[in-house]
């Protein structure tokens, strides 16, 4: 958690509180979001969580994919 508020702040030091703040809304809304989202597909089994984290893990990699840039030749 920490090295990645810390990775986030390392590309905009000039706007620390702004992208903490982002970073804390991002993280409290994607547990809001999993933990609404495991409520509805609640069935006893533990599919429904598996699931979520797999989807969760899928979105993480894409994120990662997209947002990181693409280092070219020098």
Same mark, same amino acid.
């Given at each position: 958690?920490?090295?990645? !508020? #810390?990775?986030?702040? +390392?590309?905009?030091?000039? +706007? *620390?509180?702004? =992208?903490?703040?982002? =970073?804390? @809304? !991002?993280?409290?809304? #994607?547990?809001? =979001?999993? /933990?609404?989202?495991?409520?509805?597909?609640?069935?006893? &089994?533990?599919?429904?969580? +598996?699931?979520?984290?797999?989807? *969760? #893990? @899928? =979105?993480?990699?894409?994120? /990662? +994919?997209?947002? &990181?840039?693409?280092?070219?030749?020098?």
């Amino acid at each position: 958690m920490a090295n990645s !508020i #810390s990775g986030a702040l +390392r590309g905009f030091p000039e +706007r *620390a509180g702004a =992208v903490s703040a982002f =970073v804390g @809304v !991002i993280q409290y809304g #994607s547990g809001s =979001v999993g /933990t609404a989202l495991l409520g509805l597909f609640a069935d006893g &089994t533990p599919w429904p969580l +598996r699931l979520i984290i797999a989807a *969760a #893990s @899928v =979105v993480s990699f894409l994120c /990662t +994919r997209l947002i &990181t840039p693409k280092s070219g030749p020098d």
